[in-house]
């Protein structure tokens, strides 16, 4: 019998990075990707019992693939709202950031080309190269001269792909220079805004500016939009050339409209709360203004990295802060790398002063440790 991959999780145990389901104990949440504390808001609870009134239907599954008997007029009106939001031409809903990744990236890179890859995007994007035919090279983490020089290298056509809001670092991607380069080397961009939608409106690319200059966005809705689900935004052509060769969309169950009316929702609820984003914005000042120590990597967005290489102590740090009421989760080797084993804290709209004040106090007080 080839036990290899039992060595593996034995392996894993003894490293220290095995990982287990866990439920997070009751604390203030500095781990959740929920920013805006959308799926702890009773308004916005309560609009979608209304909506559910008399529409139980909603609660149902969708019957089929997106092709065959899993489409509707609502579906497809809910992508057109989506689409003018973003103001882009056609947007396509995916059951998960993860499957939009892999369905955009599985089939649109062809062999020939190549796909230039900020070293740190997601897995899902890795993983959905891994499914096209096309040359991959990584650089480095929002390094433009590294990319320039992969880009004078290629002999083909072009994908950059890259995020907006880094989900570990909590940086943001050089956009417009990215952009700059993308047309002096006739390169096609590709943005994941997965944590940047609901934090910064409807992302950086919108606010910058520069929604028009990228040939596909990506946005996740189980974050900032407390929801579940993603979408592809970009041409109507892209949309098509989507549904007819995308593995991951045509040979899946479409997603329940419940989901979809979520989204929708969603979108509305942080038109009309501004607050919401006001709230998180404060919330990132206060945690700028602790005092942490070189541990902390601050930055301006919801995600603020406290860095520990030492994986024991962090767990057994990560470990005290739960006990005293802090959710907090430590991210370890291979999700980053070797050496920068992190506690990947997340501020919300609804964290309290007095929290992040306490939360701070116990940092630095570990500070160096
Ligand atoms: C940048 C990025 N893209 C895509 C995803 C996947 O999204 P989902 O959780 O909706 O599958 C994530 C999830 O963490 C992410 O951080």
């Known amino acids: 019998m080839n036990s290899n991959w039992q060595a593996k999780l034995r392996e894993r145990q003894a490293l220290g990075n095995l990982r287990k389901l866990r439920v997070m104990p009751p604390g203030g949440d500095f781990c959740s990707n929920d920013y805006l504390g959308l799926t702890r808001n009773s308004a916005f609870q309560e609009r979608l019992m209304n909506l559910l009134k008399g529409n139980p239907a909603l609660l149902n599954g969708a019957t089929g693939s997106r092709l065959i008997s899993g489409n509707s007029d609502l579906l497809e009106n809910i992508e057109k709202a989506i689409a003018n ?45 891994r499914m096209n035919h096309a040359q991959q090279w990584k650089f480095k983490h929002n390094d433009l001269a590294h990319l320039e020089a992969l880009l004078q290298r ?59 200059q990228v040939f596909a ?26 549904l007819n060769f995308a593995s991951p969309l045509i ?47 601050k930055t301006d967005s919801p995600i603020q990295p406290w860095l520990m290489a030492d994986a024991a102590k962090l767990k057994e740090l990560s470990n005290h802060l739960l006990r005293e009421g802090f959710q907090v989760y430590p991210i370890l080797p291979p999700t980053v790398a070797e050496g920068t084993s992190r506690l990947r804290i997340t501020l919300h709209s609804d964290n309290s ?3 992040i004040n306490a939360l701070g106090a116990i940092l630095n007080h570990w500070n160096h440790e």
């Open 85 to 129: 939001r973003h103001q882009q031409e056609a947007a396509l809903l995916f059951p998960s950031g993860y499957v939009a990744n892999l369905a955009l990236l599985s089939c649109l890179p062809q062999k020939g080309d190549y796909v230039l890859l900020d070293e740190q995007i997601h897995r899902s994007v890795h993983d959905g190269c």
């Open 154 to 212: 290629c002999n083909g056509k072009i994908w950059i792909l890259v995020e907006s809001l880094y989900s570990m670092d909590g940086d943001v991607a050089p956009l417009q220079a990215i952009l700059d380069l993308a047309k002096q080397y006739q390169a096609q961009v590709i943005v994941d805004e997965a944590h940047a939608i609901g934090v910064y409106g409807v992302g950086l690319l919108a606010q910058w500016g520069l929604s028009d």
């Open 251 to 297: 040979y899946s169950t479409a997603m329940p409209l419940i989901s979809a009316v979520t989204i929708l929702e969603a979108y509305r609820f942080i038109e009309k709360h501004p607050k919401l984003s006001g709230q998180l914005q404060a919330n990132i000042a206060a945690y700028q203004a602790l005092n942490l120590g070189p541990n902390a990597q």
């Open 353 to 355: 002063i007095e929290e």
């Open 217 to 242: 966005t990506v946005v996740t809705y189980g974050k900032a939009m407390g929801s579940h689900g993603a979408a592809v935004l970009g041409r109507a052509t892209l949309k098509e050339y989507l």
